[in-house]
């Protein structure tokens, strides 16, 4: 995903100075880390429909664990799924426009 100031691979020695370069270039927060991003991506990921097995394959971990801190509950996705809750049963009961998520 990230390159080199000459287009090779990034070397560990060097990471920092690069991070820092692309961080300000990009007008980021020096409060900002890399590994800001890895949690960001995966919480997305989750927020997005990622499956706890699915997050653990992207992160490289082999336990629920690490997987389970990217789960967040945000007000938004609460009411996405209080909806399709009710959309089920409304389902379930027969009633007309069920299958209307709201």
Same mark, same amino acid.
């Given at each position: 995903? *990230?390159?080199?100031?000459?287009?090779?691979?990034?070397?560990?020695?060097?990471?920092?100075?690069?991070?820092?370069?692309?961080?300000?270039?990009?007008?980021?927060?020096?409060?900002?880390? *890399?590994?800001?991003?890895?949690h960001t991506?995966?919480?997305?990921?989750?927020?997005?429909?990622?499956?706890?097995?699915?997050?653990?394959?992207?992160?490289?971990?082999?336990?629920?664990?690490?997987?389970?801190?990217?789960?967040?509950?945000?007000?938004?996705?609460?009411?996405?799924?209080?909806?399709?809750?009710?959309?089920?049963?409304?389902?379930?009961?027969?009633?007309?426009?069920?299958?209307?998520?709201?």
């Open positions: 995903m *990230f390159i080199g100031p000459r287009g090779g691979k990034l070397r560990r020695s060097n990471f920092r100075d690069d991070w820092i370069r692309a961080r300000t270039a990009a007008g980021v927060s020096e409060d900002a880390h *890399f590994h800001d991003l890895r991506g995966n919480t997305l990921a989750s927020q997005n429909g990622a499956s706890t097995r699915e997050l653990m394959t992207r992160m490289g971990h082999s336990s629920t664990r690490a997987a389970l801190i990217y789960q967040h509950m945000t007000s938004d996705r609460d009411r996405a799924i209080a909806d399709r809750m009710g959309a089920a049963v409304r389902e379930a009961l027969g009633e007309p426009g069920a299958s209307g998520g709201g």
